[in-house]
């Protein structure tokens, strides 16, 4: 049918050959009620369309005159289109979605509201959430006029959430019942999992795991790692400014550096690519305090085809408003194909110096080389504590970052640790 006979516009994730987390878009004309449904990745070329906000005044010159609503959702989330179309008319406009709130004050938020961190809602994504027409307007106009406070994305939701806040200008978060992540009654919409299954976990010796470490921590925080998931590691070496045999440690011959490691990470990088022994598919580079579990990453990682450029992990973005870039963070794991490898070094992008920002001058240069960044919400740069305790992503999660005032061996086993006979092969 002709799209201006539609109301309703889907946000879908990205979708290729290989699984790919983003988001899904639908508008929706509450009195036709089919659905427009748009790949926010392929809506245009602009690498920032899925923080939302730069895709808005495109979304609204195309769909506002026929939509009513527009629909932000995962591609794990299912919706009931008729059980969806009751419950937004019930509503006359603004912001809808399945509240989360903040237990405490959270450095992902930038201890916003730490006087009392529970009175901001954000949505939980698995469950979809849903724009009015007329905000969306509201919105456009005030993207295409405004310069954003911040030029980084961190946690997508809660930054849309106060950006239609507005500093209390806007519509808060209307909690809506019928927009679920666990199948229950009335439900419009229930949410499967973040970790698919695509078939058997690929095997421990198709990926390579480089731990950063130094001189100052790895006492500390090496022991960690070992008594924790080394174990489930097929091939892993440590990486630090000196040698120690009883870990034991590569130097790689560049000096510690108190910020960035930029210099540290694209020697791995290279001795990933030279070592002919080492043919690994992928190349997971950590932080000595990250905690992570392996088998639920290769269980991930048979979604992908390692014969593709790939970067993966928790997406960040810079400058998205401006033309800028994403890029996975570093504390939460960066993934790499080989192949994502392959065309890193032999582009000649690098670091301008050795502490700059790792994981975004790796950002800066997937995307000049157009590799795609994948986000998947199971990875956290962050502790558990920081993110709110019905989010979807915290339920087979994949990563956990620091050690601060937390028992990491104790985080390991309660989150990450698994014990399906699958995870040994």
Not at 127 to 135: D, E, K, M, Q, T
Not at 313 to 322: D, I, S
């Amino acid at each position: 049918k002709d799209r201006n006979d539609r109301d309703f516009l889907f946000f879908l994730p990205h979708i290729t050959t290989s699984f790919y987390y983003s988001l899904i878009t639908f508008s929706i004309n509450i009195f036709n009620g089919i659905p427009v449904v748009l790949l926010l990745h392929e809506l245009s070329e602009n690498e920032g369309d899925w923080s939302i906000l730069p895709a808005l005044p495109g979304l609204f010159a195309a769909y506002g005159r026929s939509a009513s609503w527009f629909f932000f959702m995962a591609e794990e989330t299912a919706v009931i289109l008729s059980a969806l179309l009751v419950v937004l008319s019930r509503y006359p406009e603004w912001f809808l979605g399945k509240r989360l709130h903040d237990n405490k004050a959270s450095i992902i938020h930038h201890y916003a509201f730490s006087e009392d961190p529970a009175s901001f809602g954000y949505p939980d994504p698995a469950a979809g959430w849903a724009v009015s027409v007329p905000l969306c307007q509201r919105l456009s106009e005030r993207v295409q006029h405004e310069n954003l406070r911040s030029d980084f994305t961190i946690d997508l939701p809660h930054e849309i959430a106060l950006y239609i806040w507005e500093g209390g200008n806007g519509p808060e978060l209307t909690a809506v019942p019928e927009f679920c992540t666990q199948p229950s009654d009335n439900c419009a919409t229930t949410f499967t999992t973040y970790l698919p299954d695509c078939g058997p976990p690929v095997s421990k010796s198709k990926v390579f795991v480089a731990v950063k470490t130094c001189e100052r921590f790895q006492s500390e925080r090496v022991p960690v790692v070992k008594a924790t998931w080394e174990k489930s590691a097929g091939l892993l070496e440590y990486y630090s400014d000196v040698i120690d045999a009883s870990i034991p440690t590569v130097s790689l011959g560049v000096p510690n550096t108190d910020r960035g490691h930029c210099g540290k990470t694209f020697a791995i990088v290279r001795r990933f690519w030279s070592q002919a022994a080492t043919k690994a598919d992928w190349l997971l580079i950590v932080d000595d305090d990250t905690l992570i579990s392996l088998p639920r990453l290769r269980r991930l990682l048979r979604c992908y085809d390692p014969e593709e450029a790939v970067s993966l992990g928790e997406r960040y973005g810079f400058g998205l408003m401006q033309g800028g870039y994403s890029y996975t963070t570093g504390g939460a794991g960066m993934v790499l194909s080989r192949t994502a490898v392959s065309r890193l070094l032999s582009s000649g992008c690098g670091c301008y110096s050795d502490d700059a920002p790792d994981d975004m001058v790796l950002g800066r240069c997937f995307t000049f080389l157009r590799v795609p960044i994948i986000h998947n919400p199971l990875f956290h740069q962050a502790q558990p504590e920081d993110y709110a305790e019905e989010l979807s992503s915290l339920k087979h999660a994949i990563s956990f970052h620091k050690h601060w005032n937390t028992d990491p061996v104790t985080v390991y086993r309660q989150w990450l640790h698994d014990t399906d006979p699958r995870d040994e092969l």
